[in-house]
């Protein structure tokens, strides 16, 4: 425990407290340092922590990650080893850029820490519209995932603003 504490504090410490980290989730899903973007190697590592992000904080297992993200109904060695691969370029990702620290892993669940950065989804949430620089209809328009949360969310900028 000593050991996974003392790597998030070195995490943490990677970014200088100039540093500003801003996740846009409204059109295409984008993580900001500094307004210059982070790369993500694999595009399912950057799927993963989109739908993380989404999911505010709550914890979900690998098995619902390789349902949703990777599309596998069936769990078996090869999904596993595939989403592991995944979830490791994640981590390494992050890791690069001084994020690793907003990652949560227990187990097998994981999920996001959602102190220390800026998220437009999170503002929305919060009833704060004004921020939201894109159509709320365009919520991470890259994943297939996301669909089903976007009338909730037009509702949330729209159905609120005519009041």
């Not at 993580?31 to 709550?58: C, T, Y």
Request: one cysteine or more; glycine letters at 4%.
């Amino acid at each position: 425990m000593d050991k996974k504490r003392n790597q998030n504090r070195k995490d943490q410490q990677t970014l200088k407290n100039t540093d500003s980290v801003e996740i846009r989730t409204f059109g295409h899903f984008t993580v900001l340092i500094n307004r210059v973007p982070v790369h993500f190697r694999r595009s399912k590592s950057k799927e993963i922590l989109a739908f993380l992000i989404d999911k505010r904080g709550q914890t979900v297992s690998k098995q619902v990650l390789a349902n949703e993200v990777l599309n596998e109904d069936c769990y078996d060695d090869r999904v596993k080893n595939r989403l592991h691969t995944d979830l490791v370029s994640l981590r390494e990702d992050l890791e690069n850029c001084g994020l690793r620290h907003i990652l949560y892993i227990n187990n097998n669940e994981y999920g996001i820490i959602t102190e220390g950065f800026y998220c437009d989804y999170y503002d929305l949430l919060d009833g704060n519209r004004e921020n939201v620089k894109d159509d709320p209809s365009n919520y991470m328009a890259d994943y297939e995932w996301a669909e089903s949360r976007k009338p909730f969310l037009e509702n949330k900028y729209y159905g609120e603003r005519i009041k």
